[in-house]
């Protein structure tokens, strides 16, 4: 049974910094391409960050050169480093990967921005 389970989420001030993870259970974890999202309150999904099985990064144009996306495959997790951040961050950060067609999903972690 495929599991993915974030953490790391909180609240925190404008400018500061969280470090998200999503450990991965029930799959071949490393030739899976992992994704982080989030949903804000009254908005849609957006995808945040990508890595590849190889390793090749992208990131949505809003967290570019303040969030980073890696892996370790000898632990099964996927990271999402976040720096600099500001209240519009604020959202449910969640992870995922698509397998065979088929969305995985962990059930999310808070990120809450404010003073």
């Known amino acids: 049974q495929v599991q993915l389970v974030e953490s790391g989420g909180g609240l925190v001030q404008p400018g500061g910094s969280l470090r998200l993870s999503c450990v991965v259970s029930?799959?071949?974890?490393?030739?899976?391409?992992m994704n982080w999202y989030r949903q804000a309150p009254g908005k849609q999904r957006e995808l945040v960050a990508i890595?590849?099985?190889?390793?090749?990064?992208n990131y949505a144009p809003s967290v570019k050169g303040r969030f980073t996306i890696s892996r370790d495959n000898t632990k099964n997790t996927v990271y999402l480093q976040m720096n600099s951040l500001k209240p519009e961050d604020t959202a449910v950060y969640y992870c995922?990967?698509?397998?065979?067609?088929?969305?995985?999903w962990g059930q999310g972690t808070q990120v809450t921005v404010s003073s």
């Open positions: 029930g799959t071949i974890f490393s030739l899976n391409a």
């Open positions: 890595i590849t099985m190889y390793g090749s990064t």
């Open positions: 995922n990967f698509n397998r065979e067609s088929i969305d995985y």
